[in-house]
């Protein structure tokens, strides 16, 4: 019994959690010690009398939660038509500001000023205020930031679920070529981590449900429109080139609800968490991996042989558990990208891995490039080649992005100058090997024909070899002292490039081929 009086304490703990993160600031804590007095009072643990002080908490609980986030945004309103009439008046200004701080509303205000600096980034004012907002936050969430777990699990677990409901690839097939799961599970694991976003930062609700939605519907019409190329091998192909790119759809819908489109700062520390989010998945996937193993081994032990319904819970359903418990890990919603925590943990462990596999890579692609002449025609008459370098290249900018500092101050100066001359190298060769490649396709395209495969191969070849040979030119024109800030800004407008296309390659080729 008093096991079950903790397990409701700690639902209704998940039920302060749907709150906006003002309330839960300000009266969770009080809410919480009046819920476990009433349990603590009762005579007896009497299960029906801790239901009936559940239900009147859960009865009220849907106009509470939509009023609280009325009043959430009608704050936010309000002081935004405020900030509005006093951005050029400093002493005002102020004000505000201590008024807040007084009414506990400083994440109203926060909020509030942000939205309206990134609507006129021109104004000196208002970009004091937002560098003092910011600075603060950072340094106050380096001490008192905590994972939102509340929300985190319960959407892993959902996901988990429907991913296991999807496993069945083998009758759950579109046009009967590939399963259904690889179409869906970005668009999936996406709205769930959209939801955890907007649920912890308390803010941005009908974002997160419109970029959620229109993620699903993107996938929908990739499957509508498949039967539309004819030849089984072309609707093949459009469904393969789905699965690969509808993935970064969801990446860029991530990086809209978290704000990665108000600066260039933004959207490259945008980049550099995704990379992080990405290892740590890998992470707790090696961690499952040897958990399913060691389960299963010690059944088979036993003779015993799990059902495949269980198997596929095992492996589906734990893959689906670790996009947004890897999310939740490491990026706090409560802030902008560019004042994530970039200084510790993870993050300093892939800024340092980056930067040792830079040298090496420079040695690879020199060997590499002398030992070409001599196997010259491989990627004209090997498909696979192609594929390898392909995969090579966006690896190398990948590389290039985990290596760029996100703020020079703990580099010295001759470091600096090192890492920048290595980057400048390794995007050299790499444009070499590119073209190389990209030349190969170009020659079997014009011996064939113009299919998907190749189209999308030639426009990534295309998109990549200009993001290196900018980051080249770039560079050479600039000074030490900009160079980070200018390669950081060609990485955040490549993102730009990398939307495009993919958007391109899901809409136009249905309507051209």
């Not at 993160?21 to 349990?39: D, I, P």
């Not at 994530?340 to 993870?346: L, R």
């Not at 692609?365 to 070409?372: A, D, K």
Request: glycine letters at 6%.
């Amino acid at each position: 019994m008093h096991t079950f009086h903790r397990r409701l304490i700690a639902f209704y703990c998940w039920i302060l959690g749907l709150y906006p993160l003002n309330f839960r600031e300000n009266y969770a804590e009080e809410m919480l010690l009046v819920f476990q007095m009433q349990l603590d009072d009762m005579p007896s643990l009497n299960v029906w009398h801790m239901l009936r002080i559940m239900w009147r908490e859960l009865r009220p609980l849907p106009v509470l939660l939509i009023n609280a986030h009325l009043r959430e945004r009608h704050a936010n309103m309000e002081f935004d038509v405020e900030i509005r009439e006093a951005e050029s008046n400093p002493q005002q200004l102020e004000e505000i500001y201590q008024l807040a701080r007084r009414n506990d509303q400083t994440g109203a205000f926060r909020n509030a000023l942000i939205a309206r600096y990134e609507t006129a980034p021109d104004n000196v004012l208002l970009a004091a205020w937002y560098y003092r907002l910011q600075n603060g936050a950072e340094d106050a969430r380096k001490s008192a930031r905590q994972t939102n777990w509340l929300i985190a699990v319960p959407l892993s677990i959902l996901t988990g679920l429907i991913f296991w409901t999807l496993s069945d690839v083998e009758n759950l097939l579109v046009l009967d070529l590939v399963p259904h799961l690889l179409l869906w599970w970005s668009p999936v694991a996406t709205m769930s981590a959209l939801i955890f976003m907007a649920i912890t930062a308390g803010t941005q609700f009908a974002r997160a449900i419109v970029l959620g939605l229109s993620l699903l519907v993107a996938t929908a019409y990739c499957i509508m429109v498949a039967p539309t190329f004819g030849p089984e091998s072309a609707s093949e192909q459009y469904l393969i080139v789905a699965t690969i790119h509808l993935p970064l759809l969801c990446w860029a819908a991530l990086g809209v609800m978290a704000g990665a489109r108000s600066s260039a700062a933004d959207r490259f520390a945008f980049l550099f968490k995704s990379i992080e989010v990405a290892i740590v998945a890998g992470l707790y996937l090696l961690a499952g991996m040897a958990f399913g193993g060691i389960t299963i081994g010690m059944f088979a032990a036993l003779s015993v042989e799990l059902p495949e319904v269980l198997l596929r819970l095992i492996a589906a359903g734990g893959v689906g558990l670790l996009p947004v418990l890897a999310l939740a890990t490491v990026y706090d919603p409560t802030a902008a990208p560019s004042t994530q925590d970039f200084d510790q943990g993870m993050s300093r462990f892939i800024a340092t891995l980056m930067r040792l596999l830079l040298p090496l890579t420079l040695i690879v692609l020199v060997i590499y490039v002398l030992v070409i002449p001599f196997n010259f025609m491989a990627p004209f008459e090997n498909r696979d080649v192609l594929i390898v370098y392909n995969a090579m290249l966006f690896g190398i900018v990948g590389l290039l992005v985990g290596t760029t500092p996100i703020k020079g101050d703990d580099l010295s100066p001759n470091l600096q100058r090192v890492m920048r001359n290595g980057i400048i190298a390794v995007a050299g060769l790499a444009v070499l090997v590119s073209i190389y490649a990209l030349a190969a396709v170009v020659d079997r395209t014009l011996d064939g024909e113009l299919t998907l495969n190749r189209l999308t191969v030639i426009g990534w070849n295309g998109i990549n070899i200009g993001i290196l040979v900018t980051l080249i030119v770039t560079q050479l024109r600039t000074d030490l002292d900009g160079w980070i800030v200018t390669l950081q800004s060609v990485f955040s407008r490549a993102t730009v490039a990398y939307l495009t296309w993919s958007i391109f390659l899901l809409v136009v080729p249905p309507i051209l081929l």
